[in-house]
Each structure stands twice: as structure tokens, then as C-alpha cells.
């Protein structure tokens, strides 16, 4: 690490600590040239993925926006808000966890379906319907006869 009072290149760690949950190390440096100090930071790194539209249009997931959905298919449901925020945290930090730079938009509206299966089956019947833009009644019938099996088996995300 380059100093950066004397941008000597060749610096010494002194220290190094990580902080509770050890998901940052801190280490502390100094210039055997200038003899100052200085800290650098080192932390993993998990973007959101950004989104990529079945047009093929990319674009940057907007957490409103996915609240916003689902409050819309939870309009008049008794389902607490905290549960919704809840809801879409482990959202995110599945998409973050997938550890890509581009996600299909249908990842997102599956991983939503799986929460909203587990907050309100009306809710998930709502979103279904716009979501999987259903054909005919069938298909609708299909989607409900799915929420009332006891647990909504589906294939993880790879
Ligand atoms: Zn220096």
C-alpha cells in the first residue's frame, strides 16, 4: 500500500483488527520513510446485482419499487409492515448472495413469490396473477391450488 503523505511504496502494517462480526479488517500502517500513520479498510464486497428486463434492458433494483409491488398486492391484508421489510431483506440478501453482477428480473419476481407464499396467500395470488401473466384460468387455478398445499415446493435458486 503506497503511502499516501510520501507515496513511498513501501509501507508496514503495525496492526491489524477486525471488528465483532469480522466482516471488516482495519489495519493500521506506517511509512518507515516519512514515518506517518495511516489506516486502510478491508471489507467484502456484495453489490446488488443489477437487473436485466426480458427486453434485454438493464437496470438498477430499486428497493421501493420492490416494496411498493408488494404492498400493492398486500393492499387491505392485515400483514404488519415490519414483516413486509423483513420480507424483502432476505430478499436482497439472496440476491447479493448470488454473487452476480446481472440478474434476470424473473429471479427477483421468484424470490418474491416465495415471501409473499409465506406472508399472505392472497397477496400471492395478486402478485401471481400481474407476475406470471396468466393465459387463461387455468393456469390462475393452477397458482391457487399451489398455495393451499401445505408447503410451496419450489427449486432453489442455483
Ligand atoms: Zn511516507
Redesign the pocket.
Known amino acids: 500500500m503506497r503511502?499516501p503523505?510520501?507515496s513511498?511504496d513501501d509501507t508496514q502494517v503495525v496492526d491489524t483488527r477486525s471488528n465483532p462480526q469480522a466482516t471488516v479488517i482495519r489495519r493500521r500502517r506506517r511509512?518507515p520513510?516519512?514515518d506517518?500513520r495511516f489506516t486502510t479498510y478491508e471489507r467484502v464486497e456484495l453489490r446488488m446485482p443489477r437487473l436485466v428486463k426480458k427486453d434485454g434492458s438493464r437496470t438498477d433494483f430499486d428497493r421501493d419499487k420492490l416494496v411498493g409491488s408488494m404492498m400493492l398486492a398486500l393492499r387491505k391484508r392485515s400483514v404488519a409492515t415490519e414483516a413486509v421489510d423483513a420480507a424483502v431483506d432476505r430478499i436482497e440478501e439472496r440476491l447479493r448472495a448470488l454473487g452476480e453482477r446481472e440478474v434476470p428480473t424473473g429471479r427477483v419476481g421468484d424470490l418474491v413469490m416465495r415471501e409473499l407464499a409465506k406472508l399472505d396467500k392472497i397477496a400471492y395470488i395478486r402478485f401471481a396473477s400481474v407476475y406470471r401473466n396468466f393465459e387463461d384460468l387455468d393456469e390462475f387455478s393452477d397458482a391457487i391450488r399451489e398455495v393451499k398445499k401445505p408447503r410451496v415446493k419450489r427449486p432453489r435458486p442455483t
Open positions: 503511502c503523505f510520501c513511498s511509512c520513510k516519512c506517518k
